[in-house]
């Protein structure tokens, strides 16, 4: 299946722009001098280089960072950094499109999706532009003749590590916050998606982010990832990605006691019951399962259906994901782009050979014939899926969905928490009892009912169980870059006495 009939070579088509990282307020190469290639999935084509950043690239980033919040950041005032934030969201607006497009031509993803990232992404620095001024400390009745103070303070150094799927709108979710309560940045990117913040990184210093606030170191996981994650001057790490990396960050943290939040993806269930309106449910299904290429940790990729419907939904799901329109994700009638690389898209692939032997093909199955450039993969709907097969286990990240039927309410609960995640799941019915029941029921970090995967920076982000810990998001995110004080103020002018 991995063989096609496809041109052989590569097919360079455009120009390669050469970037640097941001530290310090300033454009740098790796001091190395190595580069890492950045493609187009669409193409396959090189389009860009970034440095490839490593430990000692990382120190002058921590570094940057450190002296940023020692000798100013800190003392920014709350209005500033908010005022600062909101600028910069002002920023992603006016640069919309061409962030759109870069994000696009970088990521794979469909324009139309892109556009409603960068919207994201300006709405979360405006939230947390917002939420600035409304960081505050708690005054506590201790029974003493006293006054007792809980003070919120910035960590210091962030340490971010973020994936390919949503680029700018991971380092958004990531950046605002710890910005917004006084911490610092070395943020870095996926190594295949590093053009959009790079990007972004132009209008720092114009909308008055001081340099070495943030700083965007590029490379890869073991090259620039792990040094940040072990070196002391971070005072905490958020990641984003595999489970896999999150044990290793988990681990290589422990020897510092570093604090960490992590947002390891899952295997949700999207649960529809016979009573749910059905030309919604199908749709439902597809689009939370195959929105943006099924490149996403809270895909609804385990679909749980109920046997009165089970047949119909599958017809009608098959029916519709042949509809859907893969093509360069430029192209405004394209519904699903290439996956981000051919990494990716190999993984993918030996998934939908394992799903084969696992359960029955409704359709998909494979690499499209008709595109000979791209890193695709068709929308594909595997059905009498066991829920306990590897395809009903293990994060896919591409557009495979495994549909598995259940006969009621309870069966429905033990399939869809019979997994080691818990990031996401969706419940399907019109029946309000039964749609809360479920909701109680569920062991997951976000819960939609009748719809699956709308987002907003106003609810908190994050999973139970293997899905990791911490919330993104919401006043949540905050937390997760503060320290709380106690501060005791004796009022008892003679209080000892003691010896
Ligand atoms: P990954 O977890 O390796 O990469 C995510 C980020 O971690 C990247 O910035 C990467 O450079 C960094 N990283 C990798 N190794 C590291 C290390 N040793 N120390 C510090 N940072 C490190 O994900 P990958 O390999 O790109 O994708 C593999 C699978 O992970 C996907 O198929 C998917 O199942 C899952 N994934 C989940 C995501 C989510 O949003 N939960 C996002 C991306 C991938
Ligand atoms: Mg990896």
């Not at 994936?163 to 709108?169: F, R, S, V």
């Not at 032997?357 to 066991?386: H, Q, R, S």
């Not at 997951?444 to 920076?457: D, L």
């Given at each position: ?266 295997k949700s269930p999207n649960i529809f019951f016979n009573d749910a309106d059905f030309e919604n449910a199908v749709d439902g299904a597809l689009f939370g399962t195959f929105i943006n290429q099924g490149?996403v940790?809270s895909a609804g990729s385990r679909v749980l259906v109920q046997r009165d419907i089970y047949r119909k939904f599958i017809d009608a799901a098959a029916a519709k994901a042949k509809t859907i ?10 519904k699903m ?22 359960g029955?093909l409704a359709v998909g ?13 068709e929308p594909t709907i595997f059905y009498d899926v066991?829920n306990?097969?590897?395809i009903a286990?293990?994060?896919i990240?591409g557009p495979v969905m495994s549909v598995i039927p259940f ?5 429905a609960?033990?399939i869809a ?7 996401a799941a969706a419940v399907w019915t ?8 479920v ?8 819960v939609w009912v009748n719809h699956m995967q709308p ?45």
């Amino acid at each position: 299946m991995t063989s096609t009939a496809r041109p052989s070579g590569r097919n360079q088509t455009s120009r390669v722009v050469r970037h640097q990282m941001y530290i310090g307020g300033r454009f740098e190469d790796a001091l190395s001098g190595g580069t890492l290639e950045v493609y187009d999935p669409a193409t396959e084509g090189v389009i860009a280089t970034c440095p490839a950043g490593d430990a000692k690239d990382v120190d002058r980033a921590v570094r940057a960072a450190t002296s940023a919040f020692y000798g100013g950041w800190r003392k920014v005032t709350a209005q500033e950094r908010g005022r600062v934030l909101l600028r910069l969201a002002d920023r992603i607006r006016a640069r919309r499109g061409e962030l759109a497009e870069l994000e696009t031509r970088n990521s794979g993803k469909p324009i139309v999706e892109a556009e409603y990232d960068m919207d994201d992404t300006a709405t979360c620095f405006e939230y947390y532009g917002g939420l600035a001024t409304k960081i505050n400390g708690e005054v506590l009745p201790v029974p003493a003749e006293a006054m007792a103070f809980a003070l919120r303070e910035p960590v210091g150094v962030a340490g971010q590590i973020i994936p390919w799927n949503y680029p700018l709108l991971m380092a958004a979710w990531k950046i605002a916050p710890a910005l917004a309560a006084g911490c610092t940045v070395v943020l870095k990117p996926a190594e295949q998606t590093p053009l959009s913040i790079l990007a972004l990184a132009q209008d720092f210093e114009a909308v008055g982010i001081p340099p070495g606030v943030v700083n965007i170191v590029t490379g890869d996981g073991p090259g620039a990832g792990a040094p940040l994650v072990v070196h002391p001057d971070v005072r905490k790490i958020a990641f984003t990605g595999s489970a896999e990396v999150g044990k290793l960050i988990m681990r290589a943290a422990a020897d510092q006691l570093k604090r960490v939040s992590l947002e390891l993806g899952g295997k949700s269930p999207n649960i529809f019951f016979n009573d749910a309106d059905f030309e919604n449910a199908v749709d439902g299904a597809l689009f939370g399962t195959f929105i943006n290429q099924g490149e996403v940790c809270s895909a609804g990729s385990r679909v749980l259906v109920q046997r009165d419907i089970y047949r119909k939904f599958i017809d009608a799901a098959a029916a519709k994901a042949k509809t859907i329109k893969l093509g360069n994700g430029l192209d405004r009638e394209t519904k699903m782009g290439p996956l981000v690389s051919s990494e990716q898209r190999d993984r993918v692939v030996r998934y939908l050979e394992i799903g084969r032997g696992e359960g029955k093909l409704a359709v998909g199955g494979g690499i499209p014939k008709a595109l000979d450039w791209g890193w695709y993969v068709e929308p594909t709907i595997f059905y009498d899926v066991d829920n306990s097969a590897t395809i009903a286990q293990e994060e896919i990240f591409g557009p495979v969905m495994s549909v598995i039927p259940f006969t009621d309410e309870a069966e429905a609960i033990r399939i869809a928490n019979a997994t080691p995640y818990g990031l996401a799941a969706a419940v399907w019915t019109r029946d309000i009892f039964k749609a809360f029941r479920v909701v109680k029921a569920l062991e997951a970090g976000i819960v939609w009912v009748n719809h699956m995967q709308p987002t907003f920076v106003e609810a908190p982000w994050g999973g139970y169980k293997a899905s990791g810990f911490g919330r993104e998001l919401g006043h949540w995110a905050v937390e997760e870059y503060l320290e709380t004080k106690q501060v005791f103020i004796n009022l008892d002018e003679k209080p000892i006495g003691w010896y």
